[in-house]
């Protein structure tokens, strides 16, 4: 067997698909784990009689490799990743690229493209998105990192990648050090939110209006028809069809406790480092954190008394509105995403391509949908697009949407169904849409009890002006800085 075209390292779930998919599509791959019986079996099993070489130890990984060697490392994110590269670098020779797909936090893809490159070697950190089947058939792939490396890897990533409808990659270069990783990282913070404010429709129409599993399969079905045609919602209406060989509803049999691996909460916490108000992904992800209290809750739930309040209206009308305002949340979702990637691009130096990012995000990957077309036309007609709902369609889309989204938000909240993700995305609406804020009378706090000082409506941005509140106080005024 000839030299392979790329190796890949760690045998779980998405190391072992992605090995098959570049295998289908005429690449040799060569392989290895660091339980090397693991090798055996996919040798064995899966991989017999392909175009795939197994390993047992590093340098005949390495042996095996066509120059400049690709060293694709799919293991735990953290310091697994380093032990390997430590591991692999003495075996490599400039120029040699490593490859790191699993789901790193940017900051560490950074440093590590940082030191790669100091060793003579080439690093990319890049989001591999799709799950178990993407990985098979064609993942959304986000790299980032040593730009000198793309040119390498591209016809492999770009062939094995999703297509779109019009045959395009869902696969293109992102940006420099850790973009890869921070790109992959909002659209799992994405796919908290949406997930979640699918999970609050579901509560409302189960709780709320009493439907049935089959009634809100139905309900679902009809949605991924129109503009919420995406995976997520047809896999939630193949979860309310599903019953086991014994006739049990499986979705009511699994316990309402959420798991979760942290790229929501980095996406979060990256929020709030830049500034940025990325409230509903937020909301989904302390959603998660309230449903592990499962203890608590049950005990809650005997002592905190809600409403009690029953729904006494049009059913039909109801469902309407929870689709419109599932899409108009929805929208305000992605452009608190898109948001937070501007302002990471200020301020790490990335040269973001945001219609392309829309474009990766639409096959293979968990949040793919019709709708991200439309981000990437927003995009392409105005590059410098600020806020997604500036552009003319999400406008359009979300004042047409409002009253349904208002309809909703009132009736959960008189019934005491929680909401956190959508009624946050109606509060941001509103806030984002308001010439003024309260935070005149915050800051006339700020400045009364620390002397933070405020700038005024008569006078020109960047003077700062303090106030002796209680005439107790002196002149002096703390400096003005953001943290």
């Not at 500034?275 to 005990?299: H, M, N, Y």
């Not at 008569?458 to 107790?472: A, E, I, S, Y």
């Amino acid at each position: 067997m000839s030299k392979a075209d790329i190796a890949v390292v760690g045998l779980a779930v998405m190391g072992e698909n992605l090995i098959l998919n570049m295998e289908s599509k005429g690449f040799t791959v060569a392989c290895y784990n660091r339980t090397v019986s693991k090798v055996d079996d996919f040798m064995n099993g899966r991989a017999r009689g392909k175009n795939i070489i197994g390993c047992k130890s590093v340098e005949e990984l390495v042996a095996n490799l066509k120059t400049p060697r690709k060293v694709m490392v799919m293991v735990k994110a953290g310091k697994p990743v380093d032990a390997f590269i430590e591991q692999v670098l003495p075996h490599l020779d400039d120029g040699d690229i490593i490859i790191d797909g699993g789901n790193s936090h940017f900051p560490d893809t950074t440093r590590r493209t940082e030191y790669v490159e100091s060793k003579g070697k080439l690093y990319i950190g890049t989001g591999v998105s799709g799950g178990e089947e993407g990985a098979l058939l064609g993942p959304s792939i986000m790299p980032g990192g040593s730009k000198a490396a793309w040119e390498h890897v591209k016809p492999i990533f770009q062939t094995i990648a999703a297509k779109t409808v019009d045959g395009e990659p869902c696969c293109d270069w992102v940006g420099e050090n850790g973009a890869g990783h921070f790109v992959k990282m909002v659209h799992n913070g994405i796919e908290y939110g949406d997930m979640q404010m699918i999970c609050e429709t579901y509560q409302m129409m189960k709780y709320g209006l009493g439907m049935s599993n089959a009634d809100m399969h139905k309900v679902f079905a009809e949605w991924n028809d129109g503009e919420l045609d995406s995976y997520l919602i047809e896999i939630t209406r193949d979860i309310l069809g599903y019953r086991d060989a014994e006739g049990n509803a499986v979705v009511d049999l699994i316990l309402d406790t959420a798991g979760q691996k942290g790229t929501g909460k980095w996406t979060v916490v990256a929020a709030l480092d830049t500034g940025q108000p990325l409230t509903l992904i937020g909301e989904a992800v302390f959603a998660r954190c309230l449903s592990a209290l499962k203890d608590e809750r049950v005990a809650a739930a005997k002592l905190l008394k809600g409403p009690g309040a029953a729904f006494n209206g049009d059913r039909a009308r109801m469902i309407v509105d929870l689709r419109k305002a599932l899409y108009a949340s929805k929208i305000v979702s992605y452009a608190q995403g898109y948001q937070l990637m501007r302002a990471a691009a200020d301020e790490y130096g990335w040269h973001l391509n945001y219609g392309g990012i829309a474009l990766m995000w639409r096959g293979g990957c968990i949040i793919r949908s019709v709708f991200l077309g439309k981000i990437k036309e927003a995009f392409d007609k105005n590059p410098d697009l600020t806020n997604l709902l500036l552009a003319p369609f999400f406008t359009e889309a979300v004042v047409s949407a409002q009253d349904a989204w208002r309809r909703v938000v009132t009736q959960a909240v008189q019934m005491g169904v929680p909401m956190p993700a959508i009624s946050s995305a109606l509060a941001y609406y509103d806030g984002y849409r308001s010439e003024r804020l309260p935070a005149n009378l915050l800051q006339a706090q700020r400045d009364y009890f620390g002397a933070h000082t405020y700038e005024r409506v008569d006078k020109p941005r960047g003077q700062f002006f303090h106030t002796n509140w209680t005439g107790r106080g002196g002149d002096t005024a703390a400096s003005t800085y953001v943290v």
